[in-house]
């Protein structure tokens, strides 16, 4: 027994590092035998960054690279992205390569704007995201899958954050009809970081900021209301985020009829302006053909004759005629 314990401590002396003991005793506590095994050089892991900025409109590149504790691997892989969460989230780029092959070829790629970057062969998953928007921000999770001889798959828990910055841009700007024949203005605007929303306009002031309207599905999006629209004229949303500002207008311009009450509020958004005049262009020109017809209704020869004297002769030559119509340009 005690030339078992010897032996024991001379052989766990000599094992080399990198490797482990392992003892096998009986029922007695005897020792039967005593097996040196390889201990794996490394292990699986998954390298990633915390977080990666990149403006809406451009690309982003989502690092990744692992390691795995099988000395060589040259069998079928597949690689795989992720979004929102790991293992389960909706995949949104996969590609597989084939025995001895470094050419992944693409299997899946969302909308056309994931691309892989890295060399899987070479433990590199990096993707390449195309054409930002604000809807790519999130979470991503890369993961490989052995499926040769060696049957194993690993992929990162916490993931990468997509963080998609964008100046303010307003998506919606609206006047609606409020209780009591009032009038009340709302204004929806994206970017990220999220923009500060006001409202100016007659009697507001310049700046003056409104009350939050209702909350939106989407995180990078911001609605402010303007309650009460007391006095005619422009409205004007100022959208306001680190990168930029953005702002939109609606006119409101109410028709009073003979009791007083508000018959109409026209809404014209930021090309307000530009629809008034066109509508003053429209009166005149369906004016000018009343004046045409009216005129055709006139006792006047079938066949043009020519104008041989003034306005006052012309009278003086038909004194039973009726009025004649004159049309100011």
Known sequence: MEGSIRLLACLVCIVPMGSFVRTKRDTTGNLLNTEVHSAP??????????????????????????????????????????????YAGPQVFRCAAARGSELCQTALSLHGRFRLLGNPRRNDLSLRIERLALADDGRYFCRVEFAGDIHDRYESRHGVRLRVTAAPRIVNISVL????????????????????????????????????????????????????????GRYTCTASNSLGRAEASVYLFRFRGASGASAIALQLGALGLKALLLLGVLAARATARRCQEHAVTQDTPPWPQAQESNYENLSQMSPRGPPTAVCSP
């Open 41 to 86: 050089t490394q292990r699986w892991s998954m390298q990633v960054p915390a977080e990666v900025s990149a403006a809406a409109g451009e690309a982003a590149v989502l690092p990744c690279t692992f390691t795995h504790p099988h000395r060589h691997y040259d069998g079928p892989l597949t690689a795989i992205w992720r979004a929102g969460e790991p």
């Open 177 to 232: 009809p409020g209780p009591a024949h009032a009038f009340r203005a709302l204004c929806t605007a994206e970017g990220e970081p999220p923009p500060a929303l006001a409202w100016s306009g007659p009697a507001l002031g310049n700046g003056s900021v409104a009350v939050p309207g209702p909350g939106q599905d989407h995180s990078h999006q911001v609605t402010a209301e303007l309650p009460a629209l007391d006095h005619d």
